[in-house]
Antibody, heavy 121, light 108 residues
Framework: EVQLLESGGRLAQRGGSLRLSCQSS????????MGWVRQAPGKGLEWVSS????????YYADSVKGRFTVTRDNSRNTLFLQMNSLRLEDAAMYHC??????????????WGQGTVVTVSS | EILMTQSPAILSVSPGERATLSCRAS??????LAWYQQRPGQAPRLLIF???TRATGIPARFRGSGSGTDFTLTISSVQSDDFAIYYC??????????FGGGTRVEIK
């Protein structure tokens, strides 16, 4: 069974930093594109970032470009999201998601339960 | 960026009735369209990919159709578990991956 378990979410100050992690199991992690999707309280879904299986290709939403960095450690089956220069509007539930083996297989399945990021002023 | 628009925002149906949800893309996404269900307090789960292919374990009452810019998710006979928010997502031209704003299916 494919499982994604996020951690690292907590209360952070505006302008501060956080590092989210996503421990994966049940599939050949390095073969798949992985990503992050966030959902602010009471709002819809917003794609944040994705990374190729090798880690060589990384993609970001304009809203986080230059502030967030996605990486992966294929030896530990773990995905990361380094979040710097946090803004109030970054407060959300952050979900780790698995995409396909190729970028053309861009559906998201499964989703982790998420980790909550809160940003205070 | 491809914009995704869902309608209606809220759909009120009685159990056993058919529910029809719409999703429109601002430009053609061919069949690169997925649907997700999000129940309260839960993470979204994939229902449909490739516009019409049901994901593993998804009941046959969920049917996806359409191509190009106009897509439909039909729930043939709504069950109590189906009252949730449904999102469409395009993956034809990314980044960015984009989602519709969601349709809430509520009990009438």
């Amino acid at each position: 069974e494919v499982q994604l378990l996020e951690s690292g979410g907590r209360l952070a100050q505006r302008g501060g930093s956080l590092r989210l992690s996503c421990q994966s199991s049940g599939f050949s992690f390095s073969d798949y594109v992985m990503g992050w999707v966030r959902q602010a309280p009471g709002k819809g879904l917003e794609w944040v970032s994705s990374i190729s299986g090798s880690g060589l290709s990384r993609y970001y939403a304009d809203s986080v470009k230059g502030r967030f960095t996605v990486t992966r450690d294929n030896s530990r089956n773990t995905l990361f999201l380094q979040m710097n220069s946090l803004r109030l509007e970054d407060a959300a539930m952050y979900h780790c998601v698995k995409l396909g083996r190729r970028p053309s297989e861009g559906w998201l399945d499964p989703w982790g339960q998420g980790t909550v990021v809160t940003v205070s002023s | 960026e491809i914009l995704m628009t869902q309608s209606p925002a809220i759909l009120s149906v009685s159990p056993g009735e058919r529910a029809t949800l719409s999703c429109r893309a601002s430009q053609s996404v061919t069949s690169d369209l997925a649907w997700y269900q999000q129940r309260p307090g839960q993470a979204p789960r994939l229902l449909i990919f490739g516009a019409s292919t049901r994901a593993t374990g998804i009941p046959a009452r969920f049917r996806g159709s359409g191509s190009g810019t106009d897509f439909t998710l039909t729930i043939s006979s709504v069950q109590s578990d189906d009252f949730a928010i449904y999102y469409c997502q395009q993956y034809y031209n990314w980044p960015p991956i984009t989602f519709g704003g969601g349709t809430r299916v509520e009990i009438k």
